[in-house]
């Protein structure tokens, strides 16, 4: 236990009263974060963020539980905490694109977006409005500044905790947004951060990680996604000869590699080397014929790539990172890294090669790119 918190306070700097507020979610990561800088002797402050308020009624969203915990946890810790509302901005900046991107046929990822524009934008203004020096979250990464070029550079690296690392949600961060910054867990594994939430008498040293995108919680998401984007019925179409298997409800409703959930399991024509019959799964979308194509089989080639291209590309750097180089990728998040280099590049596009073909990329979805364990940034899956 005393190496776990030796571990974490080596790697925080000196706060000698600095004014720093934190992220406060109601959860044992921002919790912990908050107790190590006060230990660290920042003046610690934090605060609650409200990002979501359609059907706030305990079922599923679980914000008022979060607001009571994060203010036992506060208390306990010795520091005040604020609340503040997002939810307007968090509507036009980050739902509001995720509803054109499922509408379009691609599949979003919302939660980078809400790292980018609320969490190390309107909360840092906020911040910075409080007369805060920095900002820190739970986030599991960690931020290294270094003279390059004869200036300061700042890089987003990976935790130390690979199966909790979340560096690829923060792949759209900027420069000044990481040199505002604090990541207090970027050290620790998770079980640590458990253990030094409880030898402190928190509350929250127990409490379940949330899961799933912050405003969908534990709900059917095609139960969600209709309030917002009416039904459109279509075909579900054979890739390989284009016969018709069955009906769609909506092609806002499936991703690429999708298996369950289309309604066209009786239709079994391959076998696997077992004899057993091969499953469907979403290979394509013609978003103007709202046709969803499918293939059998896990291993079919419509459904492995070698290389994809990327858009709305981010260089946390603030400059892109050089052609032909080995790197690594994850396309998606539970991904593991994969060896890649950028065969092609310019401020709008990037085109990515795999030293494997990869399994059902899927439009929408970011793309983030590795050296070593340092972020450089990504782009989205066109």
Avoid at 19 to 47: E, Q, T
Avoid at 180 to 193: H, I, N, T
Wanted: neutral net charge; hydrophobic residues 40%.
């Amino acid at each position: 236990m005393a190496s776990a918190m030796a571990s974490a306070m080596s790697t925080i700097p000196d706060g000698e009263g600095m004014k720093v507020v934190v992220g406060i979610s109601g959860g044992v990561d921002s919790a912990v974060a908050a107790l190590l800088l006060k230990r660290r002797g920042y003046a610690v402050s934090g605060l609650f963020m409200k990002n979501w308020e359609d059907d706030d009624d305990g079922e599923y969203c679980s914000t008022r539980q979060d607001l009571i915990d994060a203010a036992a946890a506060c208390d306990r810790i010795g520091i005040d905490l604020d609340a503040v509302n997002f939810s307007r901005e968090y509507k036009a900046r980050v739902f509001a694109d995720f509803l054109r991107e499922y509408e379009a046929g691609r599949t979003p990822n919302p939660d980078i977006l809400c790292n980018a524009e609320i969490k190390f934008r309107c909360f840092l203004d906020h911040a910075m409005n409080l007369g805060a020096a920095r900002i820190a979250t739970g986030h599991y990464a960690r931020v290294r500044a270094w003279e390059s070029d004869g200036r300061r550079e700042y890089q987003l690296l990976k935790a130390e905790d690979g199966t909790k690392d979340q560096s690829y949600f923060l792949c759209r961060l900027s420069q000044a947004q990481l040199a505002k910054s604090l990541f207090p867990l970027g050290a620790l594994y998770k079980r640590e951060v458990r253990r030094i939430a409880a030898e402190a008498g928190l509350c929250v040293a127990d409490k379940k990680d949330s899961t799933g995108i912050c405003f969908i919680g534990e709900r059917p998401f095609r139960e969600f996604l209709m309030r917002y984007l009416p039904a459109r019925p279509g075909e579900i179409r054979s890739l390989d000869d284009g016969r018709v298997l069955g009906e769609h409800r909506g092609l806002m409703y499936h991703t690429i590699g999708q298996r369950k959930g289309l309604g066209i399991g009786g239709i079994r024509e391959r076998q696997d080397e077992t004899g057993e019959h091969d499953a469907w799964y979403v290979a394509g979308k013609d978003v103007a014929a709202n046709v969803l194509y499918v293939v059998q089989g896990r291993d079919h080639p419509a459904l492995l790539k070698e290389r994809l291209a990327a858009l709305d590309l981010n260089w946390i750097a603030g400059r892109a990172p050089r052609m032909h180089w080995v790197y690594s990728a994850r396309p998606r998040y539970r991904a593991p890294d994969m060896p890649c280099e950028i065969d092609a590049l310019d401020s709008e596009r990037a085109e990515i090669v795999f030293a494997q073909p990869q399994w059902a990329l899927a439009p929408g979805q970011s793309v983030v790119i590795y050296e070593s364990t340092v972020c450089l940034g990504g782009g989205i899956i066109a």
